[in-house]
């Protein structure tokens, strides 16, 4: 049995939106990503005589069991292994937080595929197999602050921590205001963007949006990572708006929250917005403003819910 592998999810400030290459996951641009403490997969593997996916104590047999099982025999080939396996699998991910909890679960499973298997691969590798599950898993290898490099081939598409270990007064909200499925999954979703008109622009301003948000990171200027992440966050949405055919991620309330931070900041509550592939707004905050802006978006919307979630850690195998 392999150890469990406990791996963070992480919330993009510098978004991954376009693939250059579905089958490897490649992208086709950098994104830099904060690992959170608030959310985790734990993942298990064990020998056994059929392939088998329980997830949070139930047997899966659906399209996400038959997601990871295609990911196993695509490991298996890549390192010259085979037999079935049991997977289990926690996801410490409550629909409340509205993130998606592949960039946790996929993390765990590398590494607990590593583990079982005993392969001799250093955190770089981890990440490129992390990355062939799930794109933004790539970064979870890591906490506190990674980037994930696009490169041009698998061995050059890997993330790296920039600061494991953060000082920054950073904090994220994540706002639950819609529980419903997306419509548009985030594959899906990349691939109708490339049709707009913006979306050569998307690319060409990613070297210089990761250059910023580091330069950000490294003078520990909230002002300027908020700034940098709200607006590369509405860059990704401007491009659904103008796909052909266009399209949102945004329901209603999402604007209402938009609107809400920007009249908190306005009245010297500072915070910023970033928002995925779904409706859910998260909130990036210092410490010392955080309590007041939960009571704010308690106050607008009703009975809404808020976890809160600071710097998290890279991907672990428990003893
Ligand atoms: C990100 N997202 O950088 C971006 C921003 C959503 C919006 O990565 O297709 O599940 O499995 O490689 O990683 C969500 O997509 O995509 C995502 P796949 P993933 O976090």
């Known amino acids: 049995m392999s150890k469990t592998s406990r791996a963070h999810t992480n919330i993009a400030l510098i978004k991954y939106w376009g693939k250059k290459d579905a089958k490897l996951r490649l992208p086709l641009m950098s994104s ?6 608030a959310f985790y997969s734990d993942t298990q593997i064990e020998d056994s005589d059929q392939m088998s996916f329980s997830l949070n104590g139930k047997q899966i047999a659906d399209k996400s069991a038959d997601r990871v099982f295609s990911y196993i025999k695509l490991m298996q080939d890549r390192y010259g292994v085979s037999g079935n396996l049991a997977i289990k ?20 499973l590398a590494a607990a595929f590593a583990d079982h298997y005993h392969l001799d691969v250093d955190k770089r590798e981890l990440s490129r197999m992390a990355r062939m599950g799930s794109g933004s898993a790539s970064r979870s ?7 994930w490099q696009k490169g041009d081939s698998d061995e050059s598409s890997y993330a790296y921590a920039l600061d494991e270990h953060p000082q920054m007064d950073l904090k994220l909200l994540a706002v639950e205001l819609n529980d419903q499925p997306k419509k548009v999954s985030s594959t899906k979703g990349m691939e109708l963007s490339k049709t ?3 979306y050569q ?12 948000m580091e330069a950000a990171i490294k003078a520990q200027d909230f002002t300027k990572l908020g700034s940098l992440a709200e607006l590369n ?9 103008t796909a052909q055919p266009g399209f949102t991620y945004f329901e209603p309330k999402t604007i209402e929250a938009i609107k ?3 009249e908190l900041r306005e009245k010297g509550l500072e915070c910023y917005y970033t928002i995925d592939a779904g409706p859910n707004i998260k909130i990036l905050c210092q410490e010392k403003n955080s309590k007041d802006i939960v009571n704010n978006f308690a106050l607008a919307f009703d009975s809404v819910k808020i976890i809160e979630a600071g710097f998290g850690p890279g991907v672990t195998l428990l003893d």
């Open 260 to 262: 809400l931070v920007q």
């Open 196 to 198: 707009s008109p913006f």
């Open 141 to 147: 290898i890591f906490g506190g602050f990674a980037v």
């Open 233 to 241: 966050a509405s860059e990704m949405h401007s491009l659904t708006f």
């Open 201 to 212: 622009l998307w690319l060409d301003r990613n070297d210089q949006e990761i250059a910023d």
């Open 32 to 37: 830099l990503s904060m690992t959170l403490d």
């Open 89 to 108: 699998s926690d996801n410490h991910v409550p629909t409340a937080a509205g993130l998606a909890s592949s960039s946790s679960a996929f993390a765990a």
